[in-house]
């Protein structure tokens, strides 16, 4: 078991940043692919983003992004923290949904991750309103 536990979220204005965090107890991040998956009210879950393992490097990893987020959104690790951050700028309300984080061996494409993640959090509340 890969216990997730994720944090940052809440009320921003458009236009605004918030920087989620995805962390795990007893367990090294940097063995695993994270990815950040949303689900909007009345929306299906989809894929946000992906950093792959780093491979006992400190920091790194090859990375992918929706392309409703390229560009606004970024998707880091620090592994002496044993962190995997989602540093989300320009936010819009269409960006409000909750926000999760998985561990997988792999990332795959954004549109087909979520079948191969392995083990999820619970999930942070981002709300972009005026």
């Known amino acids: 078991q890969l216990p997730l536990v994720e944090s940052g979220g809440g009320l921003v204005q458009p236009g605004g940043s918030l920087r989620l965090s995805c962390a795990a107890s007893?367990?090294?991040?940097?063995?695993?692919?994270i990815g950040w998956f949303r689900q909007a009210p009345g929306k299906e879950r989809e894929g946000v983003s992906c950093?792959?393992?780093?491979?006992?490097?400190?920091?790194?990893?090859?990375?992918t992004y929706a392309d409703s987020v390229a560009g606004r959104f970024t998707i880091s690790r620090d592994n002496a923290k044993n962190m995997v951050y989602l540093q989300m700028n320009s936010l819009k309300p269409e960006d409000t949904a909750v926000y999760y984080c998985?561990?997988?061996?792999?990332?795959?494409?954004?549109?087909?991750?979520?079948?191969?993640?392995?083990?999820w959090g619970k999930g942070t509340l981002v709300t972009v309103s005026s």
């Open positions: 998985a561990a997988s061996k792999i990332c795959e494409k954004i549109a087909t991750m979520e079948s191969v993640m392995d083990y």
């Open positions: 007893g367990a090294p991040l940097d063995n695993y692919a």
């Open positions: 950093i792959v393992s780093s491979g006992g490097s400190s920091i790194g990893g090859s990375t």
